[in-house]
């Protein structure tokens, strides 16, 4: 079965600098990855979106790399601030076109 | 952007009882709505697929006559559990794809507490 992991439950930064959360995926080659942030007892917001065919994704602070052959997404934040704090959801389409979400990276941005 | 709202943000009901979950897209149709359930430190997991004029269909282990859904019109899906027990207490989230965008981008609730004592 599909299974997509994000390898870190949490990570936490220094305002400024950039967060990295990794996203990785076995048993599948999806069309396309999605990132979510998700606040507490909040709904997931959508993020990115990004294709099979493209490596790499970018808007405002935030960038998306998609790496088919390491079945690997990258997440990136750059210039990072304490309002980034939240937890980031990766989600992909199953073969059945139902979306599978990963566990989340909960980001915690200290100033 | 695509809104989505539930009604109510939270519920507390005693054992035994049946507790109804509104989700409404207020600007745009949907054909389809999704249900999922979020325990805490967990990720979102799908419970069923909600179809505009047609019957649910839920992902396996989800069962169908306590968890009722019906989705009346292209803005409207309910999510009703019935006889709640303390184990359904979870955060239950709906979400939609715009039926007239290609992404298949979702856009979801605000979510919805339940807590059953």
């Known amino acids: 079965s599909q299974k997509i992991e994000q390898n870190s439950e949490a990570l936490n930064i220094q305002e400024g600098k950039t967060a990295t959360l990794t996203c990785n995926y076995t048993?599948?080659?999806?069309?396309?990855l999605q990132w979510y942030r998700q606040d507490p007892g909040r709904g997931p917001v959508f993020l990115l979106l990004i294709r099979e065919n493209e490596k790499e994704k970018r808007k405002e602070r935030l960038k998306v790399t998609f790496d088919t052959t390491l079945k690997q997404s990258l997440f990136h934040i750059t210039a990072s601030q304490p309002a980034d704090s939240a937890t980031y959801l990766c989600a992909l389409h199953s073969n059945t076109g139902k979306l599978i979400f990963g566990q989340g990276t909960t980001l915690q941005v200290k100033p | 952007g695509a809104v989505v709202s539930q009604h109510p943000s939270w519920v507390i009901c005693k054992s035994g009882t049946s507790v109804k979950i509104e989700c409404r897209s207020l600007d745009f149709q949907a054909t389809t709505m999704f249900w999922y359930r979020q325990f805490p430190k967990q990720s979102l997991m799908l419970m069923a697929t909600?179809?505009?004029?047609?019957?649910?269909?839920?992902e396996q282990g989800v069962e169908k006559d306590k968890f009722l859904i019906n989705h009346a019109s292209l803005t409207l899906s309910t999510l009703t559990v019935t006889s709640a027990h303390p184990e359904d207490s979870s955060f239950y989230i709906c979400s939609g794809p715009p039926r007239t965008r290609a992404t298949d981008t979702q856009y979801f609730g605000p979510g919805t507490r339940l807590t059953v004592l």
């Open positions: 048993n599948y080659s999806p069309a396309y």
């Open positions: 909600s179809n505009e004029g047609s019957k649910a269909t839920y």
